[in-house]
């Protein structure tokens, strides 16, 4: 009977995997804050991409851990076309075609030595204008190189708007961006910073949102709807859940919800001290995210999950 009733169901097709693609590994190195997950290399990554695939998965999201010695000032990698992300998102493409979603992180903080999602003025703040131009750069990269959607999440003033004209100047209208619209400066993305092997120095709270505010995550979706984002986001997923519910009612697009490396690593943490259900945390977790009003979510756990519920 609960079945029957049940309001929320999750469904193999809601579901991302992100995943990390790290330069000239020979095997795939574990990330130490979030058990279960590694980085890549190319091979493996392929491979996690067909499962994800055979999972039902609907969408890969793809990050570029570059070799520490080529991250420069002005994340020169990102816009390497034979850079790990680009190179990767060939790679993944070649083995699924189209039908898994391909989407690329569009954001300089994975290939910065500073480890900012800009570039820097002489003051060392980042500035905004200048890392547009690198964003329109980055997107025309990625499109190239095989992305359905990218996905900007530097939240850069203008960065839609700026991301939307490179790819429809290079006549790409057919590439999709998944705007990373409401994004909060959150301590939970932690584990993450070790995954991409970033080295940020001071923190990202002129560029992201105060936890405290839900006006201006309105007025960020408002700009990034006019300036052309397909889909929009609301990340972290968990502590946000009311930011999600507003968003969700508030757009007629799709919401997808990012259940970040902290909100991961928090289960698998308790559940390895034996004081959760691992399981049932996880099923609990998305299951609220969905129910909040996430059409989609990006979760570490998106492969292990889809084949759960294959099996019900
Ligand atoms: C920026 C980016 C971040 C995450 C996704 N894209 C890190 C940040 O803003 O500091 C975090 C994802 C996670 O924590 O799982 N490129």
């Known amino acids: 009977m609960r079945r029957m009733v049940a309001e929320t169901r999750l469904h193999p097709a809601d579901f991302i995997l992100p995943a990390f693609v790290r330069d000239g590994v020979s095997e795939p190195v574990p990330i130490a804050a979030m058990p279960g997950v590694v980085q890549h290399t190319r091979d493996s990554l392929r491979k996690a991409a067909v499962e994800a695939l055979e999972a039902g998965v609907s969408g890969i999201m793809l990050f570029g851990v570059p070799d520490d010695a080529d991250k420069?000032?002005?994340?020169?990698?990102?816009t390497d076309p034979d850079g790990i992300l680009q190179v990767a998102l060939r790679d993944v493409r070649s083995e699924v075609g189209d039908d898994l979603i391909v989407m690329s992180d569009l954001c300089l903080d994975e290939f910065t030595d500073h480890g900012h999602c800009g570039v820097l003025d002489t003051e060392g703040r980042v500035d905004n204008d200048a890392t547009l131009e690198r964003y329109a750069e980055m997107a025309q990269v990625q499109a190239?190189?095989?992305a359905h959607v990218v996905g900007p999440s530097g939240m850069m003033d203008?960065?839609?708007?700026?991301?939307r004209d490179a790819l429809d100047q290079m006549g790409r209208e057919d590439v999709s961006i998944?705007?990373?619209?409401?994004?909060?400066?959150?301590?939970?993305?932690g584990p993450f910073r070790?995954?991409?092997?970033?080295?940020?120095?001071?923190?990202r709270k002129t560029y992201q949102q105060d936890p405290a505010n839900v006006r201006e995550a309105m007025r960020e979706l408002a700009l990034d709807l006019e300036e052309g984002a397909d889909m929009v986001m609301?990340?972290?997923?968990g502590p946000y859940l009311d930011v999600l519910a507003r968003v969700?009612?508030?757009?007629?697009?799709?919401?997808?919800?990012?259940?970040?490396?902290g909100e991961y690593s928090m289960i698998e943490a308790a559940a390895e001290k034996g004081w959760i259900d691992r399981d049932k945390a996880?099923?609990?977790?998305?299951t609220g995210i969905k129910r909040a009003g996430a059409q989609n979510i990006l979760t570490y756990w998106a492969t292990e999950v889809a084949r759960t519920l294959g099996r019900q």
């Open 72 to 78: 420069d000032a002005q994340g020169t990698a990102g």
């Open 248 to 261: 969700a009612d508030a757009v007629d697009v799709p919401v997808a919800a990012y259940q970040i490396s």
């Open 144 to 146: 190239d190189a095989g």
């Open 158 to 163: 203008g960065q839609i708007g700026v991301v």
């Open 234 to 237: 609301v990340k972290p997923a």
């Open 178 to 189: 998944l705007a990373y619209t409401v994004k909060y400066s959150s301590a939970f993305y």
């Open 282 to 286: 996880i099923l609990e977790a998305l």
């Open 194 to 203: 070790e995954a991409v092997g970033s080295s940020l120095q001071g923190d």
